[in-house]
């Protein structure tokens, strides 16, 4: 089945920019989409179709989606933007079918 | 407002059954697909199973199948998954979530219900 990489951890000073990949085989034929999630709380859609905001997320969320690599990037990173983050996407090989997750990012702001 | 509540979860024993229910509002419920998705505790989000608008099209992660079955009720705006033969290893936070295409992706997540499979 489709397997979709993250690294563990992210570390990023306040102000400064967040990067977090997500790896997978041609992942850039697939639409992507990003998950927030905070301690103790559902995960929350901040990026999705690779680049789109959904409404109420700040311009500060970003995706791009090319080759082997998703990214979400996050500039001008707060305090509040401390979370774990998934990669998504759709899985529908001949095998299998359903939802593929990344394996997360803590980010963590210094 | 789309709102998402679960239910159902709690203690069981290994071998065990539990059914979990997901009541939606805020939107045409028989509109949309849904999904569940679980986390382990300490872990990253797995998908569990999807079930199309209309029942038509039902889908189970490896992990689950011939165990778990989902299944909706347009009719009372809510969404099920029995759970049988549990193992320590279906130990998580379930999460129902509304799916939106294309995509697809989950737009609208409950808070989720804890469920505890242990002797």
């Known amino acids: 089945s489709y397997v979709l990489t993250q690294p563990p951890s992210v570390s990023v000073a306040p102000g400064q920019t967040a990067r977090i990949t997500c790896g997978g085989n041609?992942?850039?034929?697939?639409?992507v989409h990003w998950y927030q999630q905070k301690p103790g709380q559902a995960p929350v859609l901040v990026v999705y179709?690779?680049?789109d905001r959904p409404s109420g997320i700040p311009e500060r969320f970003s995706g791009s989606n090319s080759g082997n690599t998703a990214t979400l990037t996050i500039s001008r990173v707060e305090a509040g933007d401390e979370a774990d983050y998934y990669c998504?996407?759709?899985?529908?090989?001949?095998?299998?079918?359903?939802?593929?997750f990344g394996t997360g990012t803590k980010v963590t702001v210094l | 407002e789309v709102q998402l509540v679960e239910s159902g979860g709690g203690l069981v024993k290994p071998g065990g059954s539990l059914r979990l229910s997901c009541a939606a509002s805020?939107?045409?419920?028989?509109?949309?697909?849904m999904n569940w998705v679980r986390q382990a505790p300490g872990k990253g989000l797995e998908w569990v199973s999807s079930?199309?608008?209309?029942?038509?099209?039902?889908y189970y992660a490896d992990s689950v199948k011939g165990r778990f079955t989902i299944s909706r009720d347009n009719a009372k705006n809510s969404l099920y998954l029995q759970m049988n033969s549990l193992r320590a290893e279906d130990t998580a936070v379930y999460y129902c979530?509304?799916?939106?295409?294309?995509?697809?992706?989950?737009?609208?997540w409950g808070q989720g219900t804890l469920v505890t499979v242990s002797s």
């Open positions: 979530a509304r799916e939106t295409e294309p995509g697809p992706f989950l737009d609208y």
């Open positions: 805020g939107f045409t419920f028989s509109s949309y697909s």
């Open positions: 079930i199309s608008s209309s029942s038509s099209y039902i």
């Open positions: 041609n992942i850039g034929s697939k639409s």
């Open positions: 179709d690779d680049s």
């Open positions: 998504q996407v759709w899985d529908s090989s001949s095998d299998h079918q359903g939802y593929v």
